[in-house]
């Protein structure tokens, strides 16, 4: 199983940017995507996970101002970010969690986005 993130980029605080996460490889069904972030000197953090079911989970840090969701159909996963702020600055990464055609269950990683929130 497979992620490939993109999305990433400089962004003025304020502003807004859109990560994607697509899932590819030997999938079953996906139970879990999420993003999290690590930023320099800090452990990893959940940002916001979206479950098959459609329930949403979000950091403190985050809540309203983030929002989660998926194309189960596309594997895809994505994070809307708004009202950035300088502390949202790090490497986003996403992750699946779900079973395979095996079946065996995966947690996969994509690799980390950089967002940067300067002026």
């Known amino acids: 199983v497979q992620l490939q993130a993109s999305g990433g980029g400089l962004v003025q605080p304020g502003g807004s940017l859109r990560l994607s996460c697509a899932a590819s490889?030997?999938?079953?069904?996906?139970?879990?995507m999420g993003w999290y972030r690590q930023a320099p000197g800090k452990e990893r953090e959940l940002v916001a996970a979206?479950?098959?079911?459609?329930?949403?989970t979000y950091a403190d840090a985050v809540r309203g101002r983030f929002t989660i969701s998926r194309d189960a159909a596309k594997k895809m996963s994505y994070l809307q970010m708004n009202s950035l702020k300088p502390e949202d600055t790090a490497l986003y990464y996403c992750?699946?969690?779900?079973?395979?055609?095996?079946?065996?269950?995966?947690?996969?990683w994509g690799q980390g986005t950089q967002v940067t929130v300067s002026s």
């Open positions: 979206v479950a098959s079911t459609g329930g949403t």
């Open positions: 490889g030997n999938i079953f069904s996906i139970i879990v």
């Open positions: 992750n699946a969690r779900g079973t395979t055609m095996t079946p065996r269950q995966f947690d996969a």
